[in-house]
C-alpha cells in the first residue's frame, strides 16, 4: 500500500491524506486551492504531481536502491498477497508488467498452469472461469491480445464462495488499468510460425466521457496446424485384437469475432450497461490413419484410411445486460445473459482393407443451444468491515442434436436435453481485527429432461437438490498470511460426455458419450500461506462419482471397441504446491514446485488396479530487466510421470525463451519468443479401460516462434461492471 497527501502548492504544507487499497487506488477530495499530490511507498521512489479532479491516471512509482558502499539496501513490497478467496498478484510495477499478453502473465502467476493447447488451469482446481474487469471472457483469444502493460493485478479464487455457482471450482480475475478520458484505441497482431503461419489481428475502439464508456471490438484470424498420433490399442474380449495405428491430421481453421457495448456510471451510486458479441469459427480436418491389426498375436488385416471433417460454427450470439446501485448500506447487482450457438460438422472417411471389404462412412451431425439466465444480488454492510449477501440464479439451457448416418452402419439419432437450474445463496464475511471469516450456503435445484426421437426418457431425466456450503477464514502470524477453508462443489458433465451419438474412428474402435452419466461432487479443504516472496498452498479433495474415461464392447462383434464415459465410486486427492519468486538485482526468478497424489482404484481385465502414483512437477522462470525498456526470459517446465484418473503419463518437460522492448512510453511493445526449443514436449497417455488398453504418443508442432505487436493509446477506460449469469452453464454449452 502507498501514502498519498495533498499539499498546498504555495508553501508544501499538509492539506489531507489517506492510504491505498491493496490494488493501488485511492480517492481523496481535492480543495479548490492548487494543489500538488504525494505518493509515496517503503522501497520506491516517491513521486509528487499537481494535483487534479477526477481520475488521477496511474502514478507508477519505481524502486528505490540506496547505495552503502559496495552494499546495496533495497526495498521491495510483496508481489503476493492473501484476499479472502485465494491470492492476489499485483503486475504494475512487477516484473510481470512487460511479459507480453495476459496468457503469459497466467503462466507466470503461482498456481496457474497453461499447457501446450492454450488450455489455463489452477493447480488443483481445474479449467477456471476468467474475468476481466468483471466480464466473463468467453473467448481465450482474448488473453493473447490484451498487452501486459495494461494489467493492475491478477487474483486466483481457489476457494470460490456461494455467489459462484457450485460447478466453479477456481477463479481468475484480471483488473485492468485506469485511462484517461477521451477517445481510445489498441491493436495486437500475433504471428505464429511451427511448421505453418497463422496469425490472428484485434482492432479495439473505447471511447469515455464522464460516466459514459463505449467499446467495440473486431478480431479475425486464419491458420494451420497438424499432428501425428501413434497408437496401440488392445482389445481383450472373446479374442485379443491389438491395432496398431499411425493417424496425421491436418487443420485449416479461421476465426471472426466482433463485439459492441457501453457502460454508464449515472452517479457514483447507480451503473448500467450491456454487450453485444458475434463469433463464426471453421475447422476443415484432413486424416490419413494405416493401421494393421492383429488376432491373438496373428496378422488379420490392414487398412489405409482417408478422411475430412468440416466443422463450422455460425453464427455465434452472447448477450449481456447489467445494472448495479448503492442505496445507503445497500448494494444491488443484477445480470441476465443471452448465449446461442449451432455447430454442423459433416465427416466422410473412406476405409480401404487389404483382406476384406472396403468401407465408406458418411455422417452428419447438427448441435444447436440455447441458453438465458439471470442473476440478482442484495447485499448489505453490517459494519465497516463486516457484509452479508443474498441472492438468486436462473439458467434455462436447450440443447438439440441431430446424427444420420447414409449407410446405416449408426443409428440416426434425435435427441433433445432441456436444464433448468434455480439456485438461492447466502454469504456471511466479518472481520475482528486481524481475523477474517467468511461463511456462505448454497442451494441449487437442478431439473433435465432428456427426449430421445421424441420419446421422454425417464432414466436420463432426472432431479437433483443439493446444499452447498463454504466456510474460510483468515488470518495473520507475524508477517506471515494464514487462510483455511471448506467447501463442497459439483461438476456436472459437459454436454458433449452426455451426446449419445456415435463418432466413427475406424471399423474397430468408436466414440460415443453416456446419456447416463451422474454429475461428481466434491468436497474439499484448502489451506493458503503467503510471506514475503514465498507462497504455499495444499488441498485434499474427496471426489465422489467421478467421471472418467472407460470402454465396452459390442455384444454382436466383441471386435469392436467403444470409448466413452461412466462414473467411477470416488477418488480422493491431495495437492501441495509452493512458490518462491525472490529479485535479485535485475535477475527475477520464479520457483514453483507441486505434487499431486491420487489415491484411485479401477477395474481393468477383471481385475482391481490402483492408479497412486504422484505426479511431481517443477518450474523455473527466470526475467532479466535490461536497459532501454528491454526484458529478457529463459523459463524451463518439467512435470514427472505419474497417474492421472485411469491413465498413466509420461514425464514431460520444454524450456522457452523471449525478449522485449517498449518503445513510445510503452505505446507499442514488441516481443519475439521461441517455445519448446528442444522439441521435447511429447505427450504420452497410457489408458486402462475394463477391457481395453491404449497407449499412445501424441506429437504436435510444440515448438514454434511468435511475433506479437501491441499498440494502445489510451485503451482500457472505465471498468464494465457486468459480471455475467449462468457462466459456469456457457462453459458446458
Known amino acids: 500500500?502507498?501514502?498519498?497527501?495533498?499539499?498546498?502548492?504555495?508553501?508544501?504544507?499538509?492539506?489531507?491524506?489517506?492510504?491505498?487499497?491493496?490494488?493501488?487506488?485511492?480517492?481523496?477530495?481535492?480543495?479548490?486551492?492548487?494543489?500538488?499530490?504525494?505518493?509515496?511507498?517503503?522501497?520506491?521512489?516517491?513521486?509528487?504531481?499537481?494535483?487534479?479532479?477526477?481520475?488521477a491516471g496511474v502514478i507508477v512509482l519505481k524502486e528505490n536502491s540506496l547505495m552503502l558502499g559496495c552494499v546495496v539496501v533495497k526495498g521491495d513490497l510483496p508481489r503476493h498477497k492473501l484476499t479472502k478467496e485465494g491470492m492476489k498478484t499485483l503486475v504494475t510495477g512487477s516484473v510481470l508488467e512487460k511479459i507480453g499478453t495476459a496468457n503469459e502473465v497466467l503462466q507466470k502467476i503461482p498456481m496457474v498452469t497453461v499447457n501446450s493447447n492454450g488450455e489455463i488451469q489452477v493447480f488443483g482446481k481445474g479449467t477456471p472461469i476468467i474475468y476481466i474487469n468483471n466480464r466473463k471472457v468467453m473467448d481465450k483469444s482474448?488473453?493473447?491480445?490484451?498487452?501486459?502493460?495494461?494489467?493492475q493485478s491478477v487474483e486466483v479464487i481457489n476457494r470460490p464462495g456461494a455467489g459462484y455457482d457450485a460447478t466453479v471450482g477456481a477463479v481468475i480475475r484480471i483488473k485492468t488499468k485506469k485511462r484517461d478520458q477521451g477517445l481510445g484505441f489498441s491493436f495486437a497482431s500475433q504471428n505464429k510460425y511451427d511448421h505453418y503461419f497463422s496469425e490472428n489481428q484485434r482492432a479495439e475502439i473505447n471511447y469515455q466521457k464522464k460516466g459514459l464508456n463505449i467499446f467495440g471490438m473486431l478480431s479475425a484470424g486464419?491458420?494451420?496446424?497438424?499432428?501425428?498420433?501413434?497408437?496401440?490399442?488392445?482389445?481383450?474380449?472373446?479374442?485379443?485384437?491389438?491395432?496398431?495405428?499411425?493417424?496425421?491430421?491436418?487443420?485449416?481453421?479461421?476465426?471472426?469475432?466482433?463485439?459492441?457495448?457501453?457502460?454508464?456510471?449515472?452517479?457514483?451510486?447507480?451503473?448500467?450497461?450491456?454487450?453485444?458479441?458475434?463469433?463464426?469459427?471453421?475447422?476443415?480436418?484432413?486424416?490419413?490413419?494405416?493401421?494393421?491389426?492383429?488376432?491373438?498375436?496373428?496378422?488379420?488385416?490392414?487398412?489405409?484410411?482417408?478422411?475430412?471433417t468440416q466443422e463450422k460454427k455460425r453464427p455465434g450470439h452472447d448477450a449481456n445486460i447489467y445494472y448495479n446501485g448503492t442505496f445507503g448500506?445497500?448494494?444491488?447487482?443484477?445480470?441476465?445473459?443471452?448465449?446461442?450457438?449451432?455447430?454442423?460438422?459433416?465427416?466422410?472417411?473412406?476405409?480401404?482393407?487389404?483382406?476384406?471389404?472396403?468401407?465408406?462412412?458418411?455422417?452428419?451431425?447438427?448441435?444447436?443451444?440455447?441458453?438465458?439466465?439471470?442473476?440478482?444480488?442484495?447485499?448489505?454492510?453490517?459494519?465497516?468491515?463486516?457484509?452479508?449477501?443474498?441472492?438468486?440464479?436462473?439458467?434455462?439451457?436447450?440443447?438439440?442434436?441431430?446424427?444420420?448416418?447414409?449407410e446405416g452402419v449408426f443409428s440416426d439419432n434425435n435427441n433433445k436435453m432441456q436444464e433448468k437450474n434455480s439456485a438461492l445463496f447466502l454469504q456471511y464475511s466479518q472481520k475482528w481485527n486481524k481475523i477474517q471469516l467468511n461463511a456462505g450456503m448454497r442451494y441449487e435445484h437442478v431439473s433435465t429432461v432428456y427426449t430421445l426421437n421424441g420419446v421422454r426418457q425417464d432414466d436420463q431425466s432426472r432431479k437433483y437438490d443439493n446444499l452447498f456450503p463454504d466456510l474460510s477464514v483468515s488470518f495473520p502470524i507475524g508477517k506471515a498470511e494464514f487462510s483455511v477453508g471448506y467447501s463442497k462443489k459439483v461438476q456436472r458433465p459437459g454436454y458433449s460426455q452426455l451426446d449419445g451419438n456415435v463418432y466413427y474412428l475406424n471399423r474397430f474402435h468408436y466414440l460415443s458419450g453416456n446419456p447416463m452419466l451422474r454429475p461428481t461432487?466434491?468436497?474439499?479443504?484448502?489451506?493458503?500461506?503467503?510471506?514475503?516472496?514465498?507462497?504455499?498452498?495444499?488441498?485434499?479433495?474427496?471426489?465422489?462419482?467421478?467421471?472418467?474415461?472407460?470402454?465396452?464392447?459390442?455384444?454382436?462383434?466383441?471386435?469392436?471397441?467403444?470409448?466413452?464415459?461412466?462414473?467411477?465410486?470416488?477418488?480422493?486427492?491431495l495437492n501441495c504446491y509452493a512458490s518462491l519468486s525472490p529479485t535479485v538485482g535485475w535477475w527475477h526468478p520464479t520457483w514453483n514446485v507441486g505434487m499431486n497424489q491420487q489415491w484411485f482404484k479401477y477395474n481393468y481385465c477383471q481385475q482391481i488396479k490402483s492408479f497412486n502414483k504422484p505426479i511431481l512437477f517443477f518450474q523455473w522462470y527466470n526475467a532479466f530487466n535490461l536497459p532501454d525498456n528491454c526484458q529478457l526470459r529463459i523459463d524451463g517446465n518439467y512435470q514427472g510421470s505419474g497417474n492421472n484418473q485411469n491413465m498413466k503419463l509420461d514425464d514431460l518437460?520444454?524450456?522457452?525463451?523471449?525478449?522485449?522492448?517498449?518503445?513510445?512510453n510503452n505505446r507499442l511493445s514488441i516481443r519475439l519468443a521461441v517455445h519448446d526449443i528442444f522439441n521435447m514436449y511429447k505427450f504420452k497417455?497410457?489408458?486402462?479401460?475394463?477391457?481395453?488398453?491404449?497407449?499412445?504418443?501424441?506429437?504436435?508442432?510444440?515448438?514454434?516462434?511468435?511475433?506479437?505487436?501491441?499498440?494502445?493509446?489510451?485503451?482500457?477506460?472505465?471498468?464494465?461492471?457486468g459480471t455475467g449469469a449462468g457462466n459456469s452453464e456457457k462453459n458446458r454449452l
Open 1 to 55: 500500500m502507498a501514502n498519498i497527501f495533498l499539499l498546498s502548492e504555495k508553501d508544501s504544507s499538509f492539506v489531507r491524506g489517506t492510504v491505498s487499497a491493496e490494488d493501488g487506488s485511492f480517492s481523496l477530495q481535492t480543495s479548490p486551492q492548487n494543489c500538488l499530490l504525494k505518493v509515496s511507498a517503503v522501497g520506491y521512489k516517491t513521486v509528487i504531481e499537481e494535483a487534479r479532479q477526477g481520475d
Open 142 to 151: 482474448e488473453l493473447e491480445h490484451l498487452s501486459s502493460e495494461n494489467i
Open 222 to 308: 486464419t491458420g494451420q496446424r497438424r499432428s501425428t498420433i501413434y497408437g496401440d490399442q488392445t482389445n481383450f474380449a472373446d479374442t485379443v485384437w491389438n491395432l496398431k495405428s499411425t493417424s496425421k491430421s491436418y487443420h485449416r481453421l479461421s476465426d471472426l469475432q466482433g463485439k459492441v457495448g457501453f457502460g454508464y456510471d449515472v452517479s457514483p451510486h447507480h451503473s448500467f450497461g450491456a454487450y453485444y458479441q458475434y463469433s463464426a469459427d471453421k475447422d476443415k480436418e484432413y486424416d490419413h490413419f494405416i493401421s494393421d491389426v492383429f488376432s491373438n498375436g496373428t496378422f488379420y488385416d490392414s487398412w489405409n484410411s482417408s478422411g475430412t
Open 329 to 406: 448500506d445497500f448494494s444491488m447487482n443484477w445480470n441476465m445473459d443471452y448465449v446461442y450457438s449451432k455447430d454442423n460438422q459433416n465427416q466422410i472417411q473412406r476405409e480401404l482393407s487389404q483382406n476384406y471389404t472396403d468401407r465408406s462412412v458418411i455422417t452428419h451431425n447438427t448441435s444447436q443451444s440455447r441458453l438465458g439466465a439471470v442473476k440478482a444480488e442484495l447485499s448489505y454492510r453490517l459494519s465497516p468491515s463486516g457484509t452479508v449477501s443474498m441472492g438468486e440464479e436462473y439458467t434455462n439451457t436447450h440443447r438439440k442434436n441431430l446424427f444420420d448416418n447414409i
Open 521 to 573: 461432487y466434491i468436497d474439499a479443504v484448502t489451506a493458503n500461506v503467503s510471506y514475503s516472496w514465498l507462497f504455499f498452498t495444499a488441498s485434499f479433495s474427496h471426489d465422489k462419482d467421478i467421471i472418467v474415461y472407460s470402454s465396452n464392447y459390442d455384444q454382436q462383434d466383441p471386435k469392436i471397441a467403444f470409448v466413452t464415459f461412466e462414473n467411477a465410486s470416488h477418488l480422493n486427492r
Open 653 to 664: 518437460w520444454n524450456i522457452d525463451a523471449s525478449a522485449g522492448k517498449s518503445f513510445f
Open 685 to 721: 497417455p497410457q489408458m486402462y479401460n475394463h477391457n481395453l488398453l491404449i497407449l499412445q504418443q501424441n506429437v504436435t508442432d510444440t515448438r514454434y516462434i511468435t511475433l506479437t505487436l501491441h499498440y494502445n493509446l489510451n485503451i482500457s477506460g472505465k471498468k464494465y461492471k
